[in-house]
């Protein structure tokens, strides 16, 4: 089918390509003109404006934005839906919040516009594996869409079918699901990276204690120099926690074990937070997901002032004097 | 080679046949006579005690023993060092504590004998999809026991190969390790699980955030009757955080989305605890490991006494009274 | 001087209680006419409705709201903006969320109408020990109402003076503060529950800890029976952790060391959460202060659906049987 | 009572004040000379080693140790079992592992000699506030020590007292518990600062909060410049969180809000690692007080391995490139 893209970042730009290879025709936009026309010369339709991209589609058309989270995607929304008419639908395939959606679907309905808020995971694999794309929207709209989803998935791949569900929907076997009404899409999408920040720092944590066994202050009997590149590769076949973070992990360690071009400044974006937030919301703990969150937090601070507080009241109490951040160096390897 | 198994449990038996599918002699013995028939009808020669073990194998001889951790297992270790020769060797493929193997090493070593230890991922899969070892000891024992490790291990199966591993050791690409000294292996095994105790944990709080999202308490437009079987689906096509034990929760949820076969008491083994052990011996904040086993210790409470001392606070400073357990009944769904 | 004062329960009349001792002036008003005619015969004026009220103050009015926080609230702030003229004030003392402190004054000040916002701490012991309060607003208006702080303050008492504060504001000595602009009151307020929580838990780990200690499944010469009321006891005398929350709880095992009056069911009211939304936005890491309102989440519930991932995966994986929740029942005790 | 004191730094020294000015008679050891003729000149019996000190008591003897745990201390325990004679006691008023103290209990007993571990708290403060006192060992033994106990305590003071302790052991409301055989007393001790830990956490995590309130990122409505060093004076009074800790917090900050003496580099000592350990063997759930513990760690570390871990999986699944330390340098204010 057609369909106008709009925002050809490496995500947007690769979804172009995808959809393309299996025969959509994308109009594209992006607000750089390079790189609409990379893709134009790789068979899209490139256009230098909204109203253009608007144009260069038929009714009932179909927009799928793919800009970062927040203002950008809000005015976007925003914008289109005063060039959009009765029945067009706009696709929001960013980090959305939840609650954006709905305010985008509520503003957008009023002018007869439908709104479907698409999860998509993939990075840069996406291209080449697919995207696994969490849906939010009305029933008749996203089953209109189903061409374009069911291009941009994975598909069944060799992953080896689920016993017992025969009978269920078979487009969750093929990677993408319609979760619910609007918001309900990058809610699920939420909760798939606040999942994946706890997994990972399981994996950091795990391989931290194990490059530290060789410390000087243990035993000397109970002091091991693991190689954690070997480690990662071997717990790839037959063990429990494999995955294909994992699979990332045991590469990057093949290529240098100690990790040296890192520093360890470790970034977060919105959808870790708010899986927290619903967390609370809901009443539900989440030690875990959280504890994830913080470690990341705390990565990008020297020291807190929490900290500092610990020093102070260590000295009003005890007379502890704090050993200065020399020391605090020493400690950098771990 | 010919090599002694003891323990026949499920984990033991299922070694004795994939040893003997590739064409190893297995000598077996276990306190269960009929596990040793059950055994020996699919071609081991069986034994009805230790010593019958050792005079069934000839010098140096190689003793895998395959028992629960602990008192049972130091005492067949014990005992085998009575019955043993100069240069035999004692495996120990359970979940030993690795301070455990440098005792038993010790003690084995003093007439002669040799010891590795073998931490031994796979579970009730190992038969088929083979087993992920971690291995502890000296290099020449270790690589005269290479032909059953060969064999035991999963082996490169269709896993694509890790980039840059090119000239490093070939035996974590084909599913085992050797670690380094006595505990080695252990100790890289019980990391493993306490990895996997947090891997689970994370998964278990998105997919708690996800079947909550009904509750009446949250405001209806943000409410969401998500279908967790399929939402775990889909995440093992092209996302970041498909791995193994998400194939496992799709299969559960695919039987049931309410799982309510389970109540949710969860056990721990010594592996979860001694890597909490470990990280505070070396220092290393383990945040996410520690929580994941703490949530199952609290799944195992009705309530803690902790929480008893929190209401009595509360009744002091602020009068609240206490609501009784039948409310916490109600909240008992999620 | 003379204030109004609506919502009459336990905090809101002791408040005016503590006012009328020292002199002032209340009229009041609830919804309840019992709660009113009470504080009639102690010497208020009672008021039928906020218009009476409105009435029976001359201007420049102040008003405080003290009622539960959100909608009641709001709606009362907003029909004290139709009822009230220019200059005058309204004190919100309640539990409010500081953003809705920020819209309160919003709407108000449009009318020429001030707000001050004041986070109340003192429980059932305030009229006896005074009202510790964190106060947001503008600096001339906070001053008008001077009097009425100084008044519930708790004031100096015996309280040996913080060395190094010669030369700053005395209010803090006193017991209250202008933390900053409006919602300033109560956001300090909303962390000190935020702390409040921590400081209860890491007593209630503790004191867990210690009566588990004779548990039998420790060896013999490790199991103490400890007295867990001598023990909260004898802290709160030269120990570095006493505190008034532990002479509450010594007071508490002091009548019943086993506290078997209490199931252990713990509430959490919204300033617990807000305060982690807060460190949140804020991007400080609060693992002790989100562990603590995690903990009461928990003790709500029977079982979350997030153990229940964690047995089917053991299942799934190791073919372990769940025990039952009789099994859980008998750990009750802890 | 006459009583020997082996140790005379900052904890010991203070301790034979207390008990001279009480009228005790002691014998004083340290291996410093100086320590040691600073005592005497204060009217203590000063020796030079410890024979010396076994021969200027009379039998039964009391020792007090007051040295380091670990090493130090036994070496000096087993030294004094072989010069003390039946009947004779030694006390360990360290901050021993009360697995040592059964051990030394053994040893001791073995020559008939008694054992009492005293976990001490009272920092600095001692000498003019009293000790607090956990205290294991045999009945007898325990009340044969009375006397020196009583001195050392802090005494009622002026602390209210508890309601509903009539009839109780009049001991903890006098400072200190005879809390069971050998190992309680520095059980107990152990615990009690495990719950510091947790304590002081949620007092550093809720300062954090506030002060980082005036955060560029927030909303400007949102954002208030709090004065922390007010807020920690106005929660002395009348709050439900003041406690000792709060008022050592409100004299550092009243020195300096910023607290730029102290870089936030936190030590831990052995108490609070025990504390975990034995939750851990309970299986109680403790996750604030290991949370405070891992912030230790994590503030004397520069960056750990963990977070490289991370930042490798990012950059792998996603291609994210790492944002370098002297980003992380800018957020060091916090």
Same mark, same amino acid.
């Given at each position: 089918?057609?369909? *106008?893209?709009?925002g050809?970042?490496?995500?947007?730009?690769?979804?172009?390509?995808r959809?393309?290879?299996?025969?959509?025709d994308c109009?594209?936009?992006?607000?750089?003109?390079?790189?609409?026309?990379?893709?134009e010369?790789?068979g899209a339709?490139g256009?230098?404006?909204? $109203?253009?991209?608007?144009?260069a589609?038929? %009714?009932p058309r179909?927009?799928?934005?793919m800009?970062?989270?927040?203002?950008?995607?809000?005015?976007t929304?925003?914008?289109l839906?005063?060039?959009?008419?009765?029945?067009?639908?706009?696709?929001?395939?960013?980090?959305?919040?939840y609650?954006?959606? #709905?305010?985008?679907a $509520?503003r957008l309905?009023?002018?007869?516009?439908h709104?479907?808020?698409?999860?998509?995971?993939g990075?840069?694999w996406g291209?080449?594996?697919?995207?696994?794309?969490?849906?939010g929207?009305d029933?008749?709209?996203?089953?209109?869409?189903?061409?374009v989803?069911?291009?941009l998935a994975?598909g069944? *791949?060799? #992953?080896?079918?689920? %016993?017992g569900?025969?009978?269920r929907?078979?487009?969750a076997?093929?990677? &993408?699901?319609?979760?619910?009404?609007?918001?309900?899409?990058h809610?699920?999408?939420?909760v798939h990276?606040g999942?994946? &920040?706890?997994?990972m720092q399981?994996?950091?944590?795990?391989f931290?204690?194990l490059?530290?066994?060789c $410390?000087?202050?243990? %035993?000397?009997a109970e002091r091991?120099?693991?190689?954690?590149?070997?480690?990662?590769e071997?717990?790839?076949r037959?063990?429990v926690?494999?995955?294909?973070l994992?699979?990332?992990?045991?590469?990057a360690l093949?290529?240098?074990?100690?990790l !040296?071009? &890192?520093?360890g400044?470790?970034?977060d !974006? *919105?959808?870790?937070r708010?899986?927290i937030?619903?967390?609370?919301e809901?009443a539900v703990p989440?030690?875990?997901l959280?504890a994830?969150?913080y470690?990341?937090f705390r990565?990008r601070?020297?020291h807190?002032?929490?900290?500092k507080i610990?020093?102070a009241?260590r000295?009003?109490f005890?007379?502890?004097?704090?050993? *200065?951040?020399a020391a605090?160096?020493?400690?950098?390897?771990a």
């Amino acid at each position: 089918m057609k369909i *106008g893209v709009i925002g050809l970042g490496r995500m947007g730009a690769n979804i172009v390509r995808r959809l393309m290879r299996d025969g959509h025709d994308c109009v594209v936009f992006d607000k750089s003109a390079e790189s609409v026309e990379k893709l134009e010369k790789e068979g899209a339709t490139g256009v230098r404006d909204l $109203a253009g991209l608007v144009k260069a589609l038929e %009714p009932p058309r179909s927009v799928w934005v793919m800009l970062p989270a927040g203002q950008v995607t809000s005015e976007t929304v925003d914008a289109l839906g005063d060039l959009l008419g009765q029945d067009d639908v706009v696709i929001d395939g960013g980090n959305s919040f939840y609650r954006d959606d #709905i305010a985008h679907a $509520a503003r957008l309905k009023r002018k007869g516009i439908h709104f479907v808020d698409v999860g998509t995971s993939g990075g840069v694999w996406g291209l080449e594996r697919g995207y696994c794309m969490m849906i939010g929207g009305d029933d008749a709209i996203v089953w209109r869409l189903d061409p374009v989803f069911r291009t941009l998935a994975p598909g069944r *791949g060799e #992953i080896e079918p689920t %016993p017992g569900r025969e009978g269920r929907d078979e487009r969750a076997e093929l990677g &993408y699901i319609h979760a619910g009404p609007n918001g309900a899409g990058h809610f699920v999408k939420m909760v798939h990276n606040g999942i994946e &920040y706890g997994l990972m720092q399981a994996y950091a944590e795990g391989f931290a204690i194990l490059r530290n066994r060789c $410390a000087d202050a243990l %035993p000397e009997a109970e002091r091991y120099d693991l190689d954690v590149a070997d480690i990662a590769e071997v717990w790839r076949r037959g063990s429990v926690i494999s995955s294909w973070l994992l699979d990332l992990t045991a590469a990057a360690l093949a290529r240098d074990g100690a990790l !040296s071009d &890192y520093s360890g400044y470790v970034e977060d !974006s *919105g959808e870790g937070r708010w899986t927290i937030n619903a967390a609370i919301e809901e009443a539900v703990p989440a030690d875990v997901l959280t504890a994830a969150l913080y470690a990341r937090f705390r990565s990008r601070l020297d020291h807190t002032f929490g900290e500092k507080i610990l020093s102070a009241m260590r000295q009003g109490f005890g007379g502890h004097v704090e050993q *200065g951040p020399a020391a605090a160096k020493q400690g950098g390897g771990a």
